[in-house]
Every structure is written in structure tokens, then in C-alpha cells.
């Protein structure tokens, strides 16, 4: 096959050419992802979305196997898992390599959001790219928070009692909402069962979002660390091999990690109490959720008020879909933002903060501590951002992508 | 609806049978779809052998006057306190005015069949505010600044009568229907 500057390609090999001709998917993939223009200056943080992606794929493939041998029962599931860990054959590999997973999709992802809000990547025209990587945050929470109960620990039991029992805060449908959520008085075999099917359901969802965050990717392209529009085709590089080759290089350094985790420190991550069957009468001395979502739960423990408390957790990332309209400057790289570049880091120790705070008891200065980072992030948002944008005067932006390349190779 | 102009509105721009008819279709489809969508929510909830397990009967007379035990009622821990004259005194005296939910203790120590019986306190023993299984039962364990239950896991405390007094919990740990069918035997549920 053989494309030329935008023009249709041709295909040689004829059964290509026939399915083509009905279903164009090798057009498709031609045009998204070989010669699709792409910014030629993308530096590594442009490798997250497709290890983020790998990895989802990983969480399927090694969830379907362990589906296989789990048994959602909670008089069984406990034994199951270590079922899973012991006779089953590779099935101690398929388990590590997904809860360590699990840590590494969520790492990958929160570098990939860091990279979006350090180079403006969520403004025009991109905010329904952005809200749909929002959408997608929110749906591997709720997937991540119904695997963990899954083994039926105690940290699986009281974490997920702790999280039911938030949607009680709800005025008047709360305790029905609840209610429905656990399929009884409590949480019991009931809730696994129903927590077993969304599950195994909701990263299929991700799957179909994912495919939308793609699509809307590619209508405008991708942003880069300039964020300037490519100009031409002077500005840009076809996706393949150039970026293929460059997402394939970050792609093995992180997936090197990733089995450094999984092979020597598969638990390093994780909560020894898990590794205690559920019971109902007792609570562990301390319940807290994996590292990912600890700063949303120190937000909540913050607020000294039930539902003020589960508003604010909310809050904290529905902020992240009206961030587009928030940020009031026009300029998207934070490289020409002179103020507001050191703002995103302080963002970054606060939310460092909140997850310190969150895997501590709710004593003495972390109640402090926890209170004021969760004010500044909202700060950040609320306050900081639209101000900023108006008052902070940005540095002269380069006239195009190529110019700015050049000009630093000159240096 | 009249706003398809010609066809659909009337010569005075009066509502026409095609009006009428695409009103009562879409609300008849309304109705479909709620009432299809009823069982799938009626479907999340507990099933009859779940709600068959529901009461409990418990022999109090080996527990010894400030003795407390757990018993399991519907997949909860149920605390049964055989509470002491002082605690009871205490439980008593507090102003309703200081109680975050205000609630009497003599309210509290009533069974179904509206005897009072303050030396039995019956709750379940979960915490308010997200769920957790407060601290107090046990000999030994922390019982919190009012002398009843304390939750580990965000700090709510409770007095000798279950009631909230401090911490983020909103309301007194709930006293269940429960039934004394003699001095020694109460059934819960």
C-alpha cells in the first residue's frame, strides 16, 4: 500500500482491497494512525495515553482469566483467591499482574491528567476530549473500588462498607440507594454478587469511552508542549513510525517497571489486613482505600459533616469537567504561563498532601493538614485559575512548531 | 408541536388530532418505559430468604451488670449492654439540648411492647457515618469521652445510651424493634 499527502491509499493485496471497499478499516487505520499529521515536538509525558491504554487492555485480559477460577460466593471468594494463588497454574502471575495493574493504570493515568493540565491540554477545542477522560477517571474508580472487595478481606468488606454507606448521606433516597447496593442489611453475599457483575461489566464501558476520547482526539489532534496549532505539514510528523516508535520506547521502560513491581514487590503497593478473610463484627484498626484514591479520601474525611463531606469528594473531580471554562487564559503551555507553571506544581504537593493525609488516622495535624490542602485545591480551582488567567501576562509564544524546534537546535 | 407548520397545526394554530396523538403516544411510552424499568430497580433489592433472616433471640441472663456482648442480626453486630445505675444515671441526666440528635434515653431502653427496662440497652452496633463497628463492647477496648462507644475509623463517640456526642457521625446508633419475652429472653427483629 502507498498513501501520498492526504490521498486516498491503494491497496495491492486484493483481499485488502475488496474488504476495504466494504468495511474501510484499513483505510481507517492508514489515515489514524500511520500518516496521521502529529506534532513533531512531543516529548515523553505524550507517551501516557497509549501505556494507559495497554494497560486497560492488560486489566481485561488478566481479569477475564481470573474470572475464570473466582468464585463471587462470600463463603467461597477468600479461598478462591488464594486458590487462584497457590494451585492454579500462572495464576499467581494473572493475580499480581493485576492488582499491581491496577496501581500502575491509575499511576499512568494520573501522569497522562498532569500532562493535560500542564500544557492546557483540556481547551479549545478540546474540552469534550477532556470531559471524556473525566468521564473515564470516574468509571476506573467505581471499576477499581468494586474489584478491591472482590477477595472478600477485611479491608475489601470495610473499605466497601465505608463506600456504600456515603450514598446514605443522599437526602431522602439515600438509605434506598444503599439499600440497593448491597442487596440487603448489609454488606453480604448479595453485594459481592452484584459488585462481581459491574465489574466485569464496567471495563467495557471504559473500552467504549476510550474509543470516544480517541475519536475526539483525532477530529482536532493532538496538543503538544507548545501548545500552538501546527501550522502545516512542516509542523508535523506522520504517527507512524515516528510516534509508534517513541510510544514503544516509553511503553517498555514503564511495562520494565511494572514487572519490577509484579515479580519482587507484587504487595508492596497493597494492605497486609486483605489478606484476612472479611468479618463482619470486627473493623480493622484503620480502614483506608489503595494509594490512587487516598487524597479524594482524605477530602472526605476533612469535612467534620457527613454529606458536606461526600460533596466535597465529588467535588473534587466534577471541578475537573468545567476546568475547561475555569481557566479564563488563552495561552494552553504552561512553558509560556510564567506564574502559573509554579501553580500546577503546588496543585501536584497538595494533592501529595491529601494522599499523605488520607493513609494517616484522622487525628491531631493531619486533621489540619488535611483541612487545608483540601481548601487550597479548591482554591486552585475556583479562585486561582479564573484570576490568574486574566492578571498573569504570558511570555511571546513562538510563531510556529517548527520555528520554536529549530531555533532550539540552533542553540 | 404545531411548529411543523401546515400539516400539523390547525387552521387557527389549534392543537390537531396529530397533536393529540403524538402527545398521548409519547406519554404512553413514558409510562413504558417507567414501568419496564421498575423491575431491573425492584431486581437490586434484598431477596425474600435475605429478609427471612430477620430476627434474632437472644438469652441476656449471663450477662453481668456492666457487661456488654455483640450479637449478629441481619449480617450487623447488635450491642446488648446490661448497663450499670451510674450509666444509666448518666445516660439521664444529659441535657437534650447538648445532643447533637436529640433523643431521650428512657425512649431508647423501650421495647415493642412499650416496656421500659433501662438497664438493657440494645443498638446496632454500626456507626452513622460510614458504617464502621464502633470500639466498647470488649472489656478493655477505648469507650470514648462519654463512657460509651468510640469508632476507630473517623473518631465519632457515642455515650451510654448510643447517642452521637462527638465526631462526624449524624445520629445516635439506631435501636432496633426488639422484644422481651421474659426477663432473660429478648428477640430482636
Known amino acids: ?411 | 408541536m404545531a411548529s411543523s407548520g401546515s400539516i400539523s397545526a390547525g387552521a387557527h394554530g389549534d392543537p390537531t388530532r396529530r397533536d393529540f396523538l403524538f402527545v398521548a403516544s409519547g406519554a404512553m411510552a413514558a409510562v413504558g418505559a417507567i414501568a419496564t424499568a421498575w423491575p431491573f430497580i425492584n431486581n437490586l433489592n434484598p431477596a425474600a430468604d435475605t429478609l427471612a433472616l430477620s430476627s434474632v433471640e437472644v438469652n441476656v441472663k449471663p450477662i453481668a451488670v456492666g457487661q456488654a456482648i455483640t450479637v449478629k442480626w441481619r449480617g450487623k453486630p447488635v450491642f446488648i449492654r446490661h448497663r450499670t445505675p451510674e450509666e444509666i444515671k448518666e445516660a439521664e441526666d444529659v441535657k437534650l439540648s447538648e445532643l447533637p440528635d436529640p433523643e431521650t434515653d428512657n425512649a431508647r431502653v423501650t421495647d415493642t411492647a412499650k416496656k421500659v427496662r433501662p438497664e438493657w440497652l440494645i443498638v446496632v452496633g454500626v456507626c452513622t457515618h460510614l458504617g464502621c463497628v464502633p470500639l466498647g463492647t470488649k472489656p478493655g477496648d477505648p469507650r470514648g469521652e462519654y463512657g460509651g462507644w468510640f469508632c476507630p475509623c473517623h473518631g465519632s463517640q457515642y455515650d451510654t445510651s448510643g447517642r452521637i456526642r462527638k465526631g462526624p457521625a449524624p445520629k445516635n446508633l439506631a435501636v432496633p424493634d426488639y422484644l422481651f419475652s421474659s426477663d432473660s429472653l429478648v428477640k430482636i427483629g
Open chain 1, 1 to 411: 500500500m502507498a498513501s501520498q499527502h492526504g490521498a486516498p491509499p491503494v491497496f495491492n493485496n486484493r483481499v485488502v482491497a475488496w474488504i476495504d471497499h466494504r468495511l474501510p478499516i484499513f483505510s481507517y487505520i492508514e489515515k489514524e494512525y500511520h500518516t496521521f499529521p502529529t506534532p513533531k515536538n512531543f516529548n515523553y509525558f505524550w507517551n501516557f495515553g497509549a501505556i494507559a491504554t495497554v494497560m486497560l487492555v492488560l486489566m481485561i485480559v488478566t481479569g477475564i482469566v481470573l474470572a475464570m477460577n473466582y468464585q463471587p460466593n462470600s463463603e467461597l471468594a477468600f479461598a478462591s483467591v488464594e486458590r487462584i494463588m497457590r494451585d492454579v497454574p500462572s495464576g499467581w502471575l494473572m493475580r499480581y499482574m493485576h492488582m499491581t495493574g491496577a496501581s500502575f493504570f491509575f499511576a499512568a493515568v494520573y501522569i497522562h491528567i498532569f500532562r493535560g493540565l500542564y500544557y492546557g491540554s483540556y481547551k479549545a477545542p478540546r474540552e469534550l476530549l477532556w470531559i471524556l477522560g473525566v468521564v473515564i477517571l470516574l468509571l476506573m474508580m467505581a471499576t477499581a473500588f468494586l474489584g478491591y472487595v472482590l477477595p472478600w478481606g477485611q479491608m475489601s468488606f470495610w473499605g466497601a462498607t465505608v463506600i456504600t454507606n456515603l450514598f446514605s448521606a443522599i437526602p431522602v433516597v439515600g438509605d434506598s440507594v444503599v439499600t440497593w447496593l448491597w442487596g440487603g442489611f448489609a454488606v453480604d453475599n448479595p453485594t459481592l454478587n452484584r459488585f462481581f457483575a459491574l465489574h466485569y461489566l464496567l471495563p467495557f464501558i471504559i473500552v467504549a469511552v476510550v474509543a470516544l476520547h480517541v475519536v475526539a482526539l483525532h477530529v482536532h489532534g493532538s496538543n503538544n508542549p507548545l501548545g500552538i496549532d501546527p501550522k502545516g505539514p512542516q509542523d508535523t510528523v506522520p504517527f507512524h513510525p515516528y510516534y509508534t516508535m517513541k510510544d514503544g520506547f516509553g511503553l517498555t521502560i514503564f511495562l520494565i517497571i511494572y514487572a519490577g513491581f509484579v515479580f519482587f514487590a507484587p504487595n508492596w503497593l497493597g494492605e497486609p489486613v486483605n489478606y484476612v478473610q472479611a468479618n463482619p463484627l470486627v473493623t480493622p484498626n484503620e480502614i483506608v482505600p489503595e494509594w490512587y484514591l487516598l487524597p479524594f479520601y482524605a477530602i472526605l474525611r476533612s469535612i467534620p459533616d457527613k454529606l458536606g463531606g461526600v460533596i466535597a469528594m465529588f467535588g473534587s473531580i466534577a471541578i475537573l469537567f468545567v476546568l475547561p471554562w475555569l481557566d479564563t487564559s488563552r495561552v494552553r503551555s504552561c512553558t509560556f504561563r510564567p506564574i502559573y507553571k509554579w501553580f500546577v506544581f503546588v496543585l501536584v504537593i497538595d494533592v501529595l498532601v491529601l494522599g499523605y493525609c488520607g493513609a494517616h488516622p484522622p487525628e491531631g495535624g493531619f486533621v489540619i493538614a488535611s483541612r487545608l490542602a483540601t481548601i487550597y485545591y479548591f482554591f486552585h480551582f475556583l479562585v486561582l485559575l479564573p484570576i490568574l488567567g486574566k492578571i498573569e501576562r504570558p511570555l511571546p509564544l513562538p510563531p510556529s512548531i517548527a520555528d520554536a524546534v529549530l531555533k532550539k537546535k540552533a542553540v
